[in-house]
């Protein structure tokens, strides 16, 4: 099955760019999302990419990722202290499979300083 | 609806108790999908429903929970006999057919 993994914690300078890792196991064609929590809020939907593409881009956010690693990055352009959060990488049930749900990493919880 | 709506949005019972959650859809939303988030155990998928399909029901962690989903719509998860290790946020999401999910604000149950 799926084992999504993250790094805990990420501290990055206001304006300076966030890069949020995770690597995942399974190599089957599906999606990878991006999800943003705030403090008792539930989970935002911030990106997503299809398994067979290298990058994505979407106003400040790049999604990048290395099919060969199984690595998949988020980088958060100009970071701003609204941009504290936890952000979760998650990845979708095999295109091929019945099932949907989607495996989450454990979620790294990004500070912006001023 | 504008997005995925869940009520109560916290919820604190006694140790035995039965609690009902209730998540209701985006609109036009054929797929819903209930998780949990603990401490423990972070964000770990529950229960699966697609139209008028048998529910994908892999990940409920024991007979005391259960979910239905009414006329395609509104769901309710109960959980019977409540633990303390139930305590956790239940989060609800939909999506239309099996394409990208989005979440609602959740329910904090708080098990005493």
């Known amino acids: 099955g799926e084992d999504v993994e993250q790094s805990l914690f990420l501290s990055v300078r206001e304006g300076d760019s966030s890069v949020i890792n995770c690597t995942y196991t399974d190599s089957s064609s599906t999606y990878l999302y991006w999800y943003k929590q705030e403090p008792g809020a539930g989970l935002q939907l911030l990106t997503y990419i299809f398994s067979n593409m290298d990058m994505k881009q979407d106003q400040r956010l790049t999604v990048l990722l290395n099919k060969k690693d199984k690595h998949l990055s988020l980088r958060i352009a100009d970071t701003q202290t609204g941009d504290s959060a936890i952000y979760f990488c998650?990845?979708?049930?095999?295109?091929?499979?019945?099932?949907?749900?989607?495996?989450f990493g454990s979620g790294t919880q990004l500070t912006v300083l001023p | 609806g504008a997005g995925v709506s869940q009520s109560p949005s916290n919820k604190v019972t006694e140790k035995g108790k039965d609690v009902e959650l209730r998540c209701d859809p985006i609109s036009g939303h054929t797929a819903l999908y209930w998780y949990r988030q603990s401490l423990g155990q972070g964000l770990e998928f529950l229960i699966y429903f697609q139209g008028n399909s048998a529910p994908d029901k892999s990940g409920l962690p024991s007979d005391r929970f259960s979910a239905e989903r009414t006329g395609g719509s509104v769901s309710t998860l109960t959980i019977q006999r409540t633990q303390q290790e139930d305590s956790a946020v239940y989060l609800c999401?939909?999506?239309?057919?099996?394409?990208?999910?989005?979440f609602g604000p959740g329910t904090r149950l708080l098990v005493l």
């Open positions: 998650a990845e979708r049930d095999p295109l091929w499979s019945s099932a949907r749900q989607l495996t």
């Open positions: 999401a939909s999506s239309f057919k099996g394409e990208t999910q989005y």
